[in-house]
Nanobody, 122 residues
Framework: QVRLIESGGGSVQAGDSLRLSCTAS????????MAWFRQAPGKEREFVAN????????NYAEFVKGRFTISRNNAANTVYLQMNSLKPEDTAVYYC???????????????WGQGTQVTVSS
């Protein structure tokens, strides 16, 4: 079993930055994707970014391109989400997810963290 523990959320002002971290523990897997999703109040969960273990290939949702950066430390089984130029509409619970698949869609992520709250005020 794999556990994902997120940290780094908080309350900030518009224009500020935050860095989220997610560390996987338990059974390790050799080839996997890790991702961040978010869910705002009253809205469905949405994809933010993902990164493949090998080559570090990344994908971003259009609404975070140029502001957010996903990265990972494979040795530490940790994925990060650097969030810059935060906007009030970025307010959401951010979830970390991991999959043994190399390029999964949302429903194919087998492991999920408990979420960390990010609140951006104007």
């Amino acid at each position: 079993q794999v556990r994902l523990i997120e940290s780094g959320g908080g309350s900030v002002q518009a224009g500020d930055s935050l860095r989220l971290s997610c560390t996987a523990s338990g059974r390790t897997f050799s080839s996997s994707a890790m991702a961040w999703f978010r869910q705002a109040p009253g809205k469905e969960r949405e994809f933010v970014a993902n990164i493949r273990r090998w080559l570090g290939i990344t994908n971003y949702a259009e609404f975070v391109k140029g502001r957010f950066t996903i990265s990972r430390n494979n040795a530490a089984n940790t994925v990060y989400l650097q969030m810059n130029s935060l906007k009030p509409e970025d307010t959401a619970v951010y979830y970390c997810a991991a999959s043994v698949r190399t390029d999964p869609v949302e429903s194919q992520y087998e492991y999920w963290g408990q979420g960390t709250q990010v609140t951006v005020s104007s």
